[in-house]
């Protein structure tokens, strides 16, 4: 409803202009920046899930086949996970738990004779929640860079504000936030290396705290359904 700026609002007008907008204040006052000891939890939710980089132990215990048969594999940057014989599998962000019972299923065996261990690279791993496609454990190399971590999480065009991406490092108390413009970076700037353990988060847009009502704040990590379980020894 537009409303000529030389015009009153009408008794009748007023209710359903408050109505209108109510909605838009309210959603925008929800979505305030998570505290750091929230996604410091949901880190140590998404630390045990498979993440690019990552090398994968299958080892399958058989009597019927004597010795046990051991089979590695390292998960590309894409998310599949080659291991040969046993097939191609689509595992970042999944468990090493759901990785072994699909490979049970497949291979008609117990999930008790087969192991499946996963180890993440020396460099370590950081992660990236907020208004990205691809949240969670992200592996580091000796030179990862933010921008290059905050790519590939897939950060949203329309709702993502890459100009206020938070990074926390360290740990309690001496915890550090610090605040970098992935544009500047992009135009010549500063391009942090990360450490074992950084924490980043993409806020949202003006746009993005409005048109994502349902995760509750701009800076949401994954549903609870695909939180990591432990590695299956």
């Not at 971590?149 to 065009?157: E, G, I, T, Y």
């Amino acid at each position: 409803m537009l409303i000529h700026p030389d015009s009153a609002l009408t008794p009748r007008q007023a209710p359903r202009l408050l109505g209108f907008l109510l909605p838009l204040l309210l959603l925008t006052a929800c979505a305030a920046p998570l505290r750091s000891d929230y996604l410091r939890m949901q880190a140590k939710a998404h630390d045990g899930a498979l993440a690019p980089g990552d090398t994968v132990t299958i080892v399958e215990s058989s009597s019927t086949k004597g010795e046990p048969v051991t089979t590695r594999g390292m998960v590309a940057s894409d998310g599949q996970l080659d291991l040969g014989a046993l097939g191609e599998f689509k595992v970042s962000g999944r468990t090493p738990r759901s990785l072994r019972d699909e490979l049970a299923h497949n291979l008609s065996l117990p999930s008790t004779q087969l192991s499946v261990r996963s180890h993440a690279p020396a460099a370590g791993r950081a992660f990236v929640f907020g208004k990205v496609s691809e949240p969670g454990r992200i592996a580091l190399t000796q030179y990862s860079t933010l921008s290059a971590a905050v790519r590939q999480a897939l950060p949203s065009k329309e709702l993502a504000d890459v100009r206020k991406i938070r990074l926390l490092r360290g740990k309690v108390p001496n915890e550090r936030e610090m605040i970098f413009d992935l544009t500047q970076i992009e135009r010549g700037g500063v391009d942090p290396i990360l450490m074992d353990g950084d924490i980043l988060v993409v806020p949202a847009t003006p746009l993005g705290k409005i048109f994502a009502p349902m995760q509750g704040s701009d800076e949401s990590p994954q549903p609870e359904s695909s939180q990591v379980e432990a590695s299956e020894g």
